[in-house]
């Protein structure tokens, strides 16, 4: 089946730049997603990119995908107090439905 | 005007009850789904409705049991209840059944069974 990892956890200081890594195993997947969960709340979609671009840009947010390497990246620029929460990577495979696979989920803490 | 609404926010019951936990999305939307996060925030898709027809049940014990009355309900029925069940579990919609359409989660039941 389907394998998504993280590393569980990450702190950084307030206005440097995060890095959190994701790396799968299916090689069917089409969509990759990044959520975040805040304390005590669901999970809300960040950013996705489609499996046929390497990089997507929005705003702070900065994904790199290595399609070859199955790892996907997420750095946050200028990172701020109100970024700590759990993010999670997530993929969808080529199915034909949404069946979302999540990965384990860093916590970042952003140290002020 | 809460897109994804889940009742009720925490729920504490004894092994062996039956509990239900209700889902409402005034999205519009066509796709509900269930999820069960762990205490090691681990998260799992549970079951999958594109209206009202289940899509996906992936291996989820016979003592749950999704309902979905029309196309805004998504409701899980859990029987028997277990230790093991104690979790959050987050509802989630989606307009459409692809692959790139967001999925709008709900705030979450925190379900713990003494």
């Known amino acids: 089946g389907e394998d998504v990892e993280q590393s569980l956890f990450l702190s950084v200081r307030e206005g440097d730049s995060s890095v959190i890594n994701c790396t799968y195993t299916d090689s069917s997947s089409t969509y990759l997603y990044w959520y975040k969960q805040e304390p005590g709340a669901g999970l809300q979609l960040l950013t996705y990119?489609?499996?046929?671009?390497d990089m997507k840009q929005d705003q702070r947010l900065t994904v790199l995908l290595n399609k070859k390497d199955k790892h996907l990246s997420l750095r946050i620029a200028d990172t701020q107090t109100g970024d700590s929460a759990i993010y999670f990577c997530a993929e969808t495979d080529s199915g034909g439905y949404q069946k979302v696979t999540f990965g384990t989920g860093t916590k970042l803490q952003v140290i002020p | 005007d809460t897109a994804v609404s889940q009742t009720p926010k925490y729920l504490v019951t004894q092994m062996g009850n039956d509990k239900s936990i209700k889902c409402e999305q005034n999205l519009g939307h066509d796709t509900m789904y269930w999820y069960k996060q762990d205490s090691k925030k681990f998260l799992k898709i549970m079951f999958s409705?594109?209206?009202?027809?289940?899509?996906i049940n992936e291996t989820v014990p016979n003592r749950f049991s999704p309902k979905s009355p029309d196309k805004a309900h998504l409701n899980l029925h859990i029987n028997s209840l277990e230790l093991g069940d104690s979790a959050v579990y987050f509802c989630?919609?989606?307009?459409?059944?692809?692959?790139?359409?967001?999925?709008?989660f709900g705030p979450g039941t925190r379900l713990t069974v003494t």
């Open positions: 989630a919609s989606s307009q459409e059944y692809s692959q790139k359409d967001e999925q709008y």
């Open positions: 409705y594109n209206n009202k027809e289940l899509i």
């Open positions: 990119i489609f499996s046929n671009m």
